[in-house]
Every structure is written in C-alpha cells, then in structure tokens.
Nanobody, 127 residues
Framework: QVQLVESGGGLVQAGGSLRLSCAAS?????????IGWFRQAPGKEREFVAH????????DYADSVKGRFTISRDNAKNTVFLQMNSLQSEDTAVYYC???????????????????WGQGTQVTVSS
C-alpha cells in the first residue's frame, strides 16, 4: 500500500505562488495509472484540481485552475508537483494528493479511479 505525503502548503498573498509536492513511499508511482490533486474548502465538497497519467504524462485540469496551475512529475524522486501561480482567495483549501491504480468509465470518458489519499496540506490565500 502506498503512503502519500503532501507538503508545500502555507499562507500566501493573492497573486502569489506555491508549489505543492506529493511524495510516495511503499510503492512507486510508475505502478499507478494516474496521480491527482484535489482540494476541499471549508463547508464545501472536495473537488478535482488536476491529474497526470504516469505512463504518458497526460494532464487534465479543472476549469477554475487552467492557465494558473501546472501538474508535473519527477520519476526519479517518485514525486508529483502542483505549481500554483496567480493564487486567489478562492484557492484557499486543504489540498490532497491521490493515486489511482486503475481507471473507470465515467460519462463516456476514461477517468482515474483513486484508491489512495494523502493527509492533505493547507493552502491559505490572503486577499
């Protein structure tokens, strides 16, 4: 079973940047279909932010973060990153890393089936 540990969260002013990291232990990311980032703001449901497929490096983003966030991976370090630029107060949330060992069909599209989650890291954007 993989253990996922997020880091890099913190307090930043609006317009600033942060880079989150998701490190894996117990299993390498190369054995997974995709790694994703999710977030949950106070009083709201958890929402998808971005994902990257490990073999092809294909990426997908929520509309709310397109053009501002970039997901990437470092195979050698078994780590996935989320570079967040032009942060806004609406980005304040706990950010979670998740790993999908397989995929499923959803709405006619292939979607990662996440089965492992990290504990989360807090991102607070002050306006």
């Amino acid at each position: 079973q993989v253990q996922l540990v997020e880091s890099g969260g913190g307090l930043v002013q609006a317009g600033g940047s942060l880079r989150l990291s998701c490190a894996a232990s117990g299993r390498t990311f190369s054995t997974y279909y995709a790694i994703g980032w999710f977030r949950q703001a106070p009083g709201k449901e958890r929402e998808f932010v971005a994902h990257i497929t490990w073999s092809r490096g294909s990426t997908d983003y929520a509309d709310s973060v397109k053009g501002r966030f970039t997901i990437s991976r470092d195979n050698a370090k078994n780590t996935v990153f989320l570079q967040m630029n032009s942060l806004q107060s609406e980005d304040t949330a706990v950010y979670y890393c998740a790993a999908a060992a397989s995929w499923r069909m959803y709405g006619g599209n292939i979607r990662p089936a996440y089965d492992s989650w990290g504990q989360g890291t807090q991102v607070t954007v002050s306006s």
